[in-house]
């Protein structure tokens, strides 16, 4: 049997259940994973003592290092942030290697479609949680409608990556589950698009946290929603000519939104203003430098003040708000530990502090999609829900729902039972339909 390589780069929080998948199946299958990390130490923590595992530290900046083992593996996961996939791609498509991600097809790798298929190379991309699992749970519902010869009007697609109801002990309702700094610059730099009753509608970041919805989610309840990036792409993705209206959003539990939109308004999650001498700064002060001049007699009654008077607020909503900033401290004199960095950086580093799962906590993805569709003349609706818990802080739904797609379709690469090539996203039937089917056996069941 013929030794074949895996290249998986990054080993963060969401790889666990990537790399012993791999591990696992690379033990009768002649498979070789290298796990790089730019911390070595975690590379190793995720190898343990598997004898198919090699871990190794990279920089990504390490251009000679980086091209040396990507020049030696069959194939190339990336686990790295999603502006770092680009140059990784162009390296794959150099030495003619196939590629996977979980994140966004970016249009720079888009433009790579023609010279990927030419070379017979497969990059899978969006094949994690959302993206990944809701295209190809959304395309089974879509096939499924249209083998009955249902015509789909509206498509709304909901994900969220929670906290457990029980280990819910914030007053955000919200807990990281994943990349802490994705979480702050969600929704930037916008607008979110959308199709609704065939009008484009856009949505610009500053109204996206404002404008929420409230969705029944069935056999669990509420949730607000916020307009996910741009909906319009999935027109054509899921080949729905049909649909007048299409609507991807994010889900968090009630408040969070009216928090978040009081932050975004302030401007706390603007990237781009670099500040200096952060270490200097308390949190109050920081709160202030955002705050409209006025002769309120302290930063927490100037704050009430604007959530009245400008946020238009009524006084739960604002009794809610001051509960929230009181619990990131915002009123204390607690000082920054970083020098400099811009107001998203501060935010990050006050948010880090309190939203960490606690030792025991479990997370909980939701994914709840909705159809309307027209059959023998009359408008008729199906859902497809996923709730789906973690089991601890460390074995996360969302390690799991990112990771064991991405992994299942390495597996079935390898084994030539996918025989795709092009810059790609897992809504044909003969890459979704073998995955969904093994994910269930992990608990990753619609109903």
Same mark, same amino acid.
């Given at each position: 049997? +013929?030794?074949?390589?895996?290249?998986?780069?990054?080993?963060? *929080? =969401?790889?666990?259940?990537?790399?012993?998948?791999?591990?696992?199946?690379?033990e009768?299958?002649?498979?070789?994973?290298?796990?790089?990390?730019?911390?070595?130490?975690?590379?190793?923590?995720?190898?343990?003592? =598997?004898?198919?595992?090699?871990?190794?530290?990279?920089?990504l900046?390490?251009?000679?290092?980086?091209r040396?083992?990507?020049?030696?593996?069959?194939?190339?996961?990336?686990?790295?942030p999603?502006d770092?996939?680009?140059?990784?791609?162009?390296?794959?498509l150099?030495?003619?290697?196939s590629?996977?991600?979980a994140?966004?097809? =970016?249009?720079?790798?888009?433009?790579?479609?023609?010279?990927?298929?030419?070379?017979?190379?497969l990059?899978?991309?969006?094949?994690?949680c959302?993206?990944?699992?809701?295209?190809?749970?959304?395309?089974? #519902?879509?096939?499924?409608?249209?083998?009955?010869?249902?015509?789909?009007?509206?498509?709304?697609?909901?994900?969220g990556?929670?906290?457990?109801?029980?280990?819910?002990?914030?007053?955000?309702h919200?807990?990281?589950?994943?990349?802490?700094?994705?979480?702050?610059m969600?929704?930037?730099?916008?607008?979110?698009r959308? #199709?609704?009753?065939?009008?484009?509608?856009?949505?610009? &970041?500053?109204?996206?946290?404002?404008?929420?919805?409230s969705?029944?989610?069935?056999?669990?309840?509420?949730l607000d929603?916020?307009?996910?990036?741009? =909906?319009?792409? &999935?027109?054509?993705?899921?080949?729905?000519a049909?649909a007048?209206?299409?609507? $991807?959003?994010t889900? $968090?539990?009630?408040?969070?939104?009216?928090?978040?939109?009081?932050?975004v308004?302030?401007? /706390?999650?603007?990237?781009?203003?670099?500040?200096?001498?952060?270490?200097?700064l308390?949190?109050?002060d920081?709160?202030?430098m955002f705050?409209p001049?006025?002769?309120?007699?302290?930063? *927490?009654?100037?704050?009430?003040? /604007?959530?009245?008077?400008?946020?238009?607020?009524?006084?739960?909503?604002?009794?809610?708000?001051?509960?929230?900033?009181?619990?990131?401290?915002?009123?204390s004199? *607690?000082?920054?530990? $970083?020098?400099?960095?811009?107001?998203?950086? #501060?935010?990050?580093?006050? /948010?880090?502090?309190?939203?960490?799962?606690?030792?025991?906590?479990?997370?909980?993805i +939701?994914?709840h999609?909705? #159809?309307?569709?027209?059959?023998?003349?009359?408008?008729?609706?199906e859902?497809?829900t996923?709730?789906?818990?973690?089991?601890?802080?460390?074995?996360?739904?969302?390690?799991?729902?990112?990771g064991?797609?991405?992994?299942?379709? +390495? *597996?079935?690469?390898?084994e030539?039972?996918?025989?795709?090539?092009?810059?790609?996203?897992p809504?044909?039937?003969?890459?979704?339909?073998?995955?969904?089917?093994?994910?269930?056996?992990?608990? +990753?069941?619609?109903?």
């Amino acid at each position: 049997m +013929v030794l074949k390589k895996i290249l998986v780069l990054g080993a963060g *929080r =969401s790889s666990i259940y990537l790399i012993e998948y791999l591990l696992k199946h690379a033990e009768h299958n002649a498979w070789q994973v290298t796990i790089a990390d730019l911390h070595e130490a975690a590379a190793k923590q995720k190898a343990g003592d =598997s004898p198919a595992a090699r871990a190794i530290g990279l920089d990504l900046k390490d251009a000679t290092k980086l091209r040396n083992e990507v020049a030696a593996a069959d194939v190339v996961v990336s686990l790295m942030p999603a502006d770092m996939h680009i140059h990784v791609a162009q390296l794959c498509l150099e030495l003619g290697k196939s590629m996977f991600t979980a994140s966004y097809i =970016s249009d720079a790798m888009q433009a790579m479609q023609a010279e990927v298929t030419a070379k017979g190379l497969l990059f899978l991309n969006e094949i994690g949680c959302d993206p990944g699992i809701d295209h190809m749970s959304t395309m089974e #519902l879509i096939d499924g409608i249209r083998a009955k010869g249902g015509v789909i009007k509206a498509l709304y697609s909901y994900t969220g990556g929670l906290v457990a109801r029980d280990c819910d002990t914030n007053p955000w309702h919200y807990k990281f589950s994943w990349n802490p700094r994705n979480v702050v610059m969600a929704a930037q730099p916008g607008p979110a698009r959308y #199709l609704a009753n065939d009008y484009i509608r856009f949505k610009p &970041y500053n109204r996206i946290f404002r404008e929420f919805e409230s969705v029944e989610v069935p056999d669990f309840g509420p949730l607000d929603a916020y307009a996910n990036r741009d =909906s319009l792409p &999935y027109k054509d993705y899921y080949d729905l000519a049909s649909a007048h209206t299409i609507l $991807r959003a994010t889900f $968090r539990y009630p408040d969070f939104c009216q928090g978040w939109a009081i932050l975004v308004f302030l401007g /706390l999650t603007n990237d781009q203003l670099q500040l200096q001498n952060c270490d200097q700064l308390n949190y109050r002060d920081f709160l202030n430098m955002f705050l409209p001049p006025d002769d309120s007699p302290t930063v *927490r009654e100037g704050f009430e003040r /604007l959530l009245r008077e400008r946020m238009n607020l009524d006084e739960a909503q604002i009794a809610t708000t001051l509960v929230q900033f009181d619990y990131l401290d915002f009123f204390s004199d *607690r000082k920054f530990k $970083r020098t400099n960095g811009s107001p998203a950086d #501060l935010l990050l580093e006050m /948010l880090e502090r309190k939203w960490q799962l606690a030792p025991g906590d479990r997370d909980l993805i +939701v994914m709840h999609h909705c #159809l309307e569709y027209e059959l023998a003349g009359e408008i008729k609706t199906e859902t497809s829900t996923l709730l789906l818990e973690g089991e601890n802080e460390t074995y996360t739904a969302m390690a799991k729902t990112v990771g064991l797609p991405l992994a299942i379709a +390495v *597996r079935l690469f390898l084994e030539e039972k996918i025989k795709l090539s092009g810059v790609l996203i897992p809504t044909d039937k003969a890459l979704y339909q073998p995955i969904m089917e093994e994910l269930k056996a992990y608990g +990753v069941q619609f109903k």
